[in-house]
Structure formats: C-alpha cells, structure tokens
C-alpha cells in the first residue's frame, strides 16, 4: 500500500515561476526522497532529506521536512520547460526496505 | 559506469501467455527492487532482493508472479499466464548503500508490458 501522498496532484506554471508540491505520510520514517521520472520511465534521484533534518538544499531545489505533521514539501524555484517531469516522494522505515511512493504530482512548464 | 538496465524495452503479449522481464543492475549493488507503475499511478512495491535472496516477497500480486536473482546480478520477473490486468511498466532498482543509511536507488528504464 501507498504511503506518501502528493499533492496537487496536477501543477501547471510558467517558465521562471517557483512550483511547490507537497507530500504526506503516514508512519515514522528514516529518510524521505523525491524522485522524477519523464515520460513514464526510469526515476532519478532528486534530493534525500533525513528525519533528523528540517531543510535542504540542492541547485534550485528545496526540500523541508516537518516530522510532526509527517509532511515535505519540494520547492522548485525559477522552473524550466525542462522540469516538466512527474515528482514523487518517496520514504524509507528501516534498513533496505523498500521505498514507498505516492502517486505523483504531474508538473507542466510552459516556455 | 553503466547505470541500471532492462529488457525487453517493450513487449507485447497475448492474454495466457507466459512473460519473462530480465534487469541487469549496477554491478556491486547488492540490494535490487522490482516495482510495478499502472498508468497514471504511483509505484508499487513487488519484491526485492538483497545478494540472492528475497527477504520481502510482500508485493507480489499473486502466485503467477516471481523473481529470481543469480550471482548477485541479473534477476528475472516472470508472470505466467498474463492478465489484462498486468499491463504496466515493471521497473527494477538497485542500491548499493542500505537506503536507512542514505543510500538511494537507481532506477532502469523499464519494461512496458502490454497484455493484449
């Protein structure tokens, strides 16, 4: 079963303007991950922000974390066409396990 | 180095037939997931591997589904007697640091599997 859950769902923006989608979920975690994935296929790796950590940075990318709330956001500042891309988030328990995703938010750029 | 790949890219089946997916992960990776994506949807968890054994099988969707892995490399997804149901994209993942400790996975491109 799924356990992050994205929202919206859905985020169209201009070129140069910031996108922000959210995350929740469910049980503790170890670490949280946001992935993004083109065209339905492979996903690459973003940025991994751990329990421990409230903010991190990477490039033009933001992500907080708020335990409390079991909640992130992912801040995508000035955005490009080529940001275009599903986004998810992803979390970790323990160990190797696996990664639980949400379902996606859908992010359209347009030039 | 090589990143993580998948064969086939594409495949199409009849409904009842018999579908093997192969994934070559990035060679040192001890840890190799397999995940199913239905359009539109977010990923679902269907096994995975650390070395050559399975400690969590929890997400195959049912007994026509299984994997193997050899010589801590290649790992096969077969499902027999394929459903409609079936059609998705199967993507493999492998990881070479245990994820609780940072690590992060990698992803193949994937297979689309289309039952027809």
Redesign the interface.
């Known amino acids: 079963s799924?356990q992050?859950e994205e929202d919206p769902q859905a985020l169209s923006i201009q070129e140069g303007e910031n996108a922000t989608m959210n995350c929740s979920y469910k049980t503790s975690i170890?670490?949280l991950?946001w992935?993004r994935q083109n065209s339905?296929?492979?996903?690459?790796?973003l940025i991994?922000i751990?329990s421990n950590e409230r903010e991190k940075h990477s490039g033009r990318l933001r992500v907080t974390l708020d335990t409390s709330k079991k909640s992130s956001s992912l801040l995508i500042t000035a955005s490009r066409a080529a940001d275009t891309a599903s986004y998810?988030c992803?979390t970790?328990?323990?160990?190797?396990?696996?990664?639980?995703?949400?379902?996606?938010t859908r992010l359209s750029v347009i030039a | 180095g090589a990143g993580v790949s998948q064969s086939p890219s594409n495949k199409v089946t009849e409904k009842g037939k018999d579908v093997e997916l192969r994934c070559d992960p990035i060679s040192g990776h001890t840890a190799l997931y397999w995940y199913r994506q239905r359009l539109g949807q977010g990923l679902e968890f269907l096994i995975y591997f650390q070395g050559n054994s399975a400690p969590d099988k929890s997400g195959l969707p049912s007994d026509r589904f299984s994997a193997e892995r050899t010589g801590e490399s290649v790992s096969t997804l077969t499902i027999q007697r394929t459903q409609q149901e079936d059609s998705a994209v199967y993507l493999c993942a492998s990881s070479g640091v245990g994820l609780a400790g940072g690590g992060t996975q990698y992803f193949g491109p994937g297979t689309r599997l289309l039952v027809l």
């Open positions: 799924q992050g170890n670490n991950q992935y339905g296929r492979g996903l690459v790796h991994l751990r998810f992803a970790v328990s323990s160990g190797n396990t696996p990664l639980v995703f949400g379902k996606g």
